[in-house]
């Protein structure tokens, strides 16, 4: 059995949904968004995922409080997280809006839904145009795929050349944005189902108290793990964490039990260049 590389652990902080009526250390701030890295890069994250809010809380895409918050996040912790921003939708943002942000902040990452980037085969043309953009200003993409059905559709796009990468980062979710969802690992083997491609960098979170124990099979199974309060508030054994850093630290003394070890952000940023070069 050959040596298993080390996990890249990445903190997803605040999400577009959840406000400081669901747990008062959620960061909204870019102040927040700072203390919040630092404290999840000391704890044994890799990377920040990164949701940014109107005044009232609600889910915003800007390109202005995007680059205030990266910068709050930069000034804890310089280049020692990679800072990805989401360009997520949430039902409130088309395509080329979502597109139009991600040009105007040149982030060094960026999740791309492919369900609310390219929908349909309308969506095809625009979409390979944006991530060739991506390509040349060297911005980072990582796939959000809901469902194994996804993944082979962005394998069919990568096959027909609209992709411009044979083997870029992705990230399985497994389960929804409901109440009360609790993801289980098993939730995971449809992404690595026999005839399928097996990534080369793939990430996957999971939604409640069973977020640990989806986070260690998927290090297990050779993939790497976003945690954090976007998709849960609790710990392995039910009781609600304390911060994001509780969260990564549960999931650090579990991989640690597995005899995992950590990747940090270069390393990461590594194993993302050998996908995009």
Known sequence: MTEQAPIAVAVAPNGGRRTKADHPAIPLSPKELGEAAAAARAAGAAMIHVHVRKPDGTHLLDDAAYRDAIAG???RVGDGLVIQITSEALGLYSPPEQIAVVKAVVPEAVSLALRELCPTAAEETAFAEFLLWLKANAVAPQFILYAAEEFARLNALIRRGLVPWTDPPVLFVLGRYTAGQ????????????????????????????????????????????????????????????????????????????????????????????ACLH
């Open 73 to 75: 996040i930069a000034a």
């Open 182 to 273: 609790t993801s289980a690992p098993a939730d995971l083997l449809p992404f690595l189902a026999p005839g399928l491609r097996h990534p080369g960098h793939w990430m996957t979170c999971a939604f409640g108290r069973f977020e640990t124990a989806c986070a260690t099979a998927a290090a297990l199974l050779g993939g790497h793990v976003r945690v954090g309060f976007e998709n849960n508030l609790h710990l392995p054994d039910g009781r609600l964490a304390a911060d994001n850093a509780a969260s990564i630290a549960a999931t650090v003394r579990a991989l640690d039990a597995c005899g995992l070890g950590l990747a940090d952000a270069a390393g990461l940023r590594s194993a993302w260049a």
